[in-house]
């Protein structure tokens, strides 16, 4: 039978939550969302695809690529991700940076949870 | 098998939440229930963990029966899972191979299974611990059908010297904190084990084109996820992780997607007709009362109970997509929302313990976890 003692990760974590929910909810993002107002170059599907097919003098004959605007907070594709939560316009007087060459890719599971309130069995 | 009325521990919330159990509350109603128990004889545990035995073994042959037949199509489970099912199945990666099955026993006849959790079940914490505590507590010389604790902890043991590197824990960040603690329990288990483990959101995972990595980089070569199959194979990287399957412990394993599918329901019934533990189902509705379940849901969700030709039940929610079983109507005893299913645990095939949920007439995302105690 378990002791007390076998359960510290799960006596920690909870704590803590119980602690946060008196509080602002903690940012469970950081670390891979955009720091600042970023640009991704997406193709016509918003895919991401490398910041080449962007570039002012490149021409594509069929395809239409885009540079994509992100804020601060949001979720910066890999190469092949889809970007969401910003716009292909950048409002006007604000300063974008490039994502750079990022070759990971983070989004892609979560999403039904995120659609169905409830998960357990 | 007797429901007693108690008087909750006066500082029970307190209690509960030390160990952990911090979604005791729902709506403003206790989901931990420590306002009654249930007691049961030796001869009844007997009966429920001889059940527990035997559908186990219904379910190894259904599995079987499953790729034999070619039936994973059936099931709604995409062509491009096939193969990864089939090979998983046969390979039996390291993993806790854990489950719920979920039954109607009203100890006069024989317990009746309603359906298998075991991709990701819940209310293990509860069955696990918090109900331990409550019985040393309150009935400390009573006994409890509960091993649950000790053969995780033996089977994280036991697959440990399976993983060279550290074990990822996968989960959601549910604002209850149900997965996000249940999870956390996992990782003490496996940490007993002498493994490392890493939390991980699932929004937070990446891919960098060959492997899954975490937020630092890390190739996530071993995954607990408390995420279901049909979620994981549908979303965005679910190609990718039915592509790296063979470099990828994740517990519990694909195949899973088989027995938690209740697709197998009618299955074990047309195997097994008539077995005591299993209650008339199938694919189409069934004469005389009985209830309707979607392929694949959760909490109970898109449930309609039919008594006399007419619905006496139903549960909204956005599954059903995939089809629906029709399984034979069990009455489960109690009354109004008083109305016990019992969650009978299993590890590797062992039974270890059980868990019961009240509700009315469809276990839903409402019931509440009353805990029990063995007299005599």
């Known amino acids: 039978m378990f002791k007390t003692g076998d359960l510290k990760i799960t006596t920690a974590v909870s704590a803590v939550l119980l602690a946060a929910a008196c509080g602002s909810k903690s940012n469970q993002n950081a670390g891979w969302t955009a720091n600042g107002n970023t640009a991704v170059c997406t193709d016509e599907q918003g895919k991401r695809v490398d910041d080449r097919y962007c570039a002012r003098n490149a021409y594509y004959p069929g395809h239409h690529y885009g540079w994509y605007y992100m804020g601060r907070g949001a979720f910066v594709p890999g190469i092949g991700g889809y970007a969401r939560g910003g716009s292909y316009s950048a409002p006007a007087g604000t300063h974008f940076t490039r994502a750079g060459a990022a070759s990971v890719s983070r989004g892609g599971f979560g999403s039904s949870a995120h659609a169905f309130s409830g998960r357990g069995g | ?376």
């Open chain 2, 1 to 376: 098998m007797l429901r007693r009325t108690l008087r909750p521990r006066e500082d029970w919330k307190a209690k509960v939440e030390a160990l952990g159990l911090i979604w005791h509350t729902a709506d403003g109603r206790p989901y931990w229930d420590e306002g009654a128990c249930y007691s049961f004889s030796r001869a009844e545990i007997a009966e429920i963990e001889g059940a527990t035995a035997a559908l186990y073994e219904l379910f190894l042959k259904a599995g079987q029966a499953i790729l034999d037949r070619g039936l994973l199509g059936r099931f709604g489970i995409p062509d491009f899972c096939h193969k990864a099912i089939r090979d998983m199945w046969n390979l039996e990666p390291p993993a806790l191979n854990y489950g719920r099955f979920d039954l109607g026993y009203d100890g006069k006849g024989p317990p009746k299974l309603f359906e298998f959790n075991c991709d990701t079940p819940t209310s293990l914490l509860e069955a696990a611990v918090v109900q331990w505590a409550w019985k040393e507590e309150v009935f400390p010389g009573l006994d409890q059908y509960n091993s649950l604790h000790d053969k995780l902890a033996a089977k994280w043991k036991d697959i440990a010297p399976s993983f060279l590197d550290c074990v990822h824990f996968a989960h959601i960040a549910d604002d209850a904190g149900e997965d996000t603690v249940t999870v956390s329990y996992m990782r003490d288990l496996a940490e007993a084990a002498g493994l490392e483990t890493v939390p991980i959101v699932m929004d937070d995972i990446g891919w960098d084109g060959s492997q899954f990595v975490d937020l630092e980089g890390r190739p996530m070569s071993a995954i607990y996820h408390l995420y279901p199959w049909e979620w994981l194979v549908n979303e965005e990287f679910g190609k990718n992780a039915v592509a790296t399957m063979e470099d990828t412990a994740w517990i519990e394993p694909i195949w899973k997607m088989m027995w938690s599918n209740k697709a197998v329901l009618p299955l074990v019934w047309e195997m097994f007709p008539d077995h005591p533990n299993l209650l008339p189902a199938s694919h189409a509705p069934l004469a005389g009362d009985y209830v309707r379940k979607p392929l694949l849901a959760r909490e109970g969700a898109n449930v309609e109970v039919r008594l006399g030709g007419a619905t006496a039940a139903e549960t909204g929610g956005d599954y059903g997509e995939e089809g629906f079983v029709y399984q034979g109507l069990y009455p489960l005893p109690g009354e109004g929302e008083n109305r016990p299913v019992i969650g009978a645990w299993i590890v590797d095939g062992e039974p270890a313990g059980m868990g019961i949920r009240e509700d009315g007439l469809i276990t839903g995302n409402t019931a509440r976890f009353v805990p029990h105690v063995i007299e005599g």
